[in-house]
């Protein structure tokens, strides 16, 4: 089930992406699994990927073609993630590219593959192949819904963002779609995204841009603490709006083109919370006053990732002693635990490494019982703040997982 409001915006066409989907019955029946993207001759791209060291066949092939040639198609599938599939897996990947290159009047380099599902087993490329002319033949400006269904794995809703934002005459169109519902503690970007603008930016400074709003949006998420092996995001600049490219932060478009992009990735990845797999609530934990960024984040992952921590809020659970032992085995040194507060939303929980005087259960298992749920961590020991966004852990995810492969 998904927390919160998932609904698709209006999903405005980027001019210079054409998207098209077609059924390869790679490993479902009777849905579209299989994705292109055509990208404008000077468009500008960049991307991020796992970090994971046993990752897919397509995350070293889309690496090491983005080295050569700038992308002109992306092509995707789902049901099969091409991973642990060894030589065979990279001459799949690799034959993914040739076959779209061909049939677009392409090099092969200029191919980038995704891919997304089962780890282990072998890509079906002849079913890849044979569905590559159909989703060519479909290739279509409006067609980034159905790309977010069509990416889809254990999501139960697809994923979307988009906006349009005018400056000094010209108006900017940014879209974007992410998929991911478990096996979700990026260290990168998240399962898949793409995003694309019209505005033309540098290729150095694109790749720059997104590499800090990756950072903060979907390398601030997690589920259940496990990185793909095929995580990847895409940020796409078609530069087909008209500006001279953006490359400067003291560029005029910069500050309203970054402040877009924030809000597009932030709503994206945590779109993909709201859907973790068997999710009830949407948690954000928000730790302050630590002494750097690093120790906010162990703290806050400590939290995130605690099962004891995520059942007792599926339970609505006010047993905020797994809170603390949660901060005390973050790693931060020389932790002084006299000085930490803690809060449920607007409930001090834990005052100076005690139970809060002011504090009765009925207060704690009020906000608990709420779908969406701030848990407030003030270190008292500098001035930095970080945040990350997670689930609860219920039956259904065990259910979900455990018939992943059924």
Request: some cysteine; hydrophobic content about 45%; glycine content about 8%.
């Amino acid at each position: 089930m998904a927390v919160g409001d998932l609904s698709m915006p209006t999903m405005h066409p980027v001019k210079g992406v054409r998207i098209g989907i077609a059924e390869a019955y790679i490993r479902y029946k009777n849905r579209r699994d299989l994705v292109v993207f055509e990208l404008a001759p000077q468009a500008t791209t960049a991307a991020v990927f796992t970090t994971n060291a046993f990752c897919a066949a397509p995350v070293h092939v889309a690496r090491a073609n983005m080295a050569t040639t700038s992308a002109r198609y992306l092509v995707i599938n789902t049901g099969n993630a091409n991973a642990g599939t060894g030589t065979t897996g990279m001459t799949n990947a690799v034959r993914s590219c040739a076959a779209l290159a061909e049939l677009a009047g392409v090099a092969p380099e200029a191919v980038l593959p995704f891919s997304t599902g089962v780890i282990g087993e072998q890509l079906p490329i002849a079913k890849l192949e044979a569905g590559l002319p159909a989703a060519l033949a479909a290739l279509e400006t409006d067609n980034w819904v159905a790309a977010a269904s069509g990416i889809m794995t254990t999501d139960t809703l697809p994923k979307g963002a988009s906006e349009q934002f005018t400056v000094d005459g010209i108006t900017y169109t940014m879209t974007g779609i992410s998929k991911g519902a478990g096996m979700i503690r990026p260290n990168m970007a998240t399962m898949l995204g793409y995003v694309a603008t019209d505005a033309a930016v540098d290729s150095a400074f694109l790749q720059a841009l997104l590499r800090d709003v990756t950072e903060q949006s979907f390398n601030r998420i997690t589920i259940d603490g496990d990185t793909s092996t095929n995580d990847a995001c895409v940020l796409i600049a078609t530069g087909t709006a008209g500006n001279e490219p953006l490359s400067s932060k003291t560029d005029p478009l910069f500050a309203p083109f970054y402040a877009a992009l924030q809000r597009t990735f932030l709503r994206l990845a945590q779109l993909i919370v709201r859907d973790g797999e068997g999710a009830t609530k949407f948690m954000t934990v928000r730790v302050e006053g630590g002494g750097n960024t690093q120790e906010c984040c162990d703290v806050a992952y400590a939290v995130a990732h605690s099962p004891l921590i995520k059942t007792a809020f599926f339970a609505s659970d006010p047993n905020w002693g797994r809170i603390l032992a949660a901060i005390g085995r973050s790693g931060v040194p020389n932790l002084d635990v006299s000085k930490i507060n803690v809060y449920l939303d607007d409930v001090c929980i834990c005052e100076n490494g005690g139970a809060a005087v002011s504090y009765r259960e009925e207060l704690g298992s009020a906000v608990m019982k709420q779908p969406e749920i701030t848990i407030r961590i003030v270190l008292g020991r500098g001035e930095a703040n970080d945040t990350v966004w997670t689930c609860d852990l219920s039956y259904d995810y065990v259910k979900i997982n455990a018939d992943y492969r059924s």
